[in-house]
């Protein structure tokens, strides 16, 4: 955690608003979701949490492990070939606070609480239409492709990617 005002944890339906319009700066790098998307996935998902200055969210991430009952076509391409991850389904940062280690706090966060239950963390980035700033912030946590496919109906091709907890 942070301080009093600065701070990560878990997501709240008075979020939700300020979650919706920060995904929605980021489509198509991210898919597009709407508020009932966002209220289930808040109960439902193993881990939605924010970054927090004050009542401003500046970044969120939600994953989900394998027994989520979860239709995304990535979820499923990793569930067929894996059994022991969390799934990473999205990552947003205000691009105003982009360079302030919010990502990456973010994700040692989700480490930390998942390191004792799962071996990998997953999650894809897109080629097609390409989005190299979250590709090559992923490498530098320390992701690595592990494969592509054509999502959307070929629309988007994305990397899957995989780093290795434990």
């Known amino acids: 955690m942070y301080n009093n005002r600065v701070m990560i ?11 919706l319009l920060l995904n929605e700066t980021f489509v198509p790098k991210v898919s597009r979701v709407d508020i009932k998307w966002l209220e289930k996935y808040c109960d439902v998902a193993d881990v939605f949490d924010v970054f927090v200055d ?4 500046l970044g969120f991430i939600v994953g989900m492990l394998p027994d989520c009952d ?3 076509e990535n979820f499923l391409w990793f569930k067929k070939r894996y059994t022991d991850f969390l799934y990473i389904d999205r990552i947003a940062i205000a691009e105003k606070s982009h360079g302030r280690g919010i990502g990456k706090s973010l994700y040692e966060n989700v480490e930390r609480n998942f390191i004792e239950r799962v071996r990998n963390l997953m999650c894809e980035v897109n080629v097609s239409p390409p989005n190299p700033q979250s590709y090559h912030f992923h ?23 995989m780093k290795v907890l434990r």
Do not use: C, W
């Open 70 to 72: 979860y239709g995304s």
């Open 9 to 19: 944890r878990p997501a709240q339906k008075n979020d939700l608003d300020k979650i």
């Open 139 to 161: 490498q530098k946590i320390g992701f690595h492709e592990v494969g592509q496919q054509d999502t959307k109906g070929g629309t988007i091709r994305v990397a899957m990617l």
């Open 54 to 57: 004050g009542n401003e969210v």
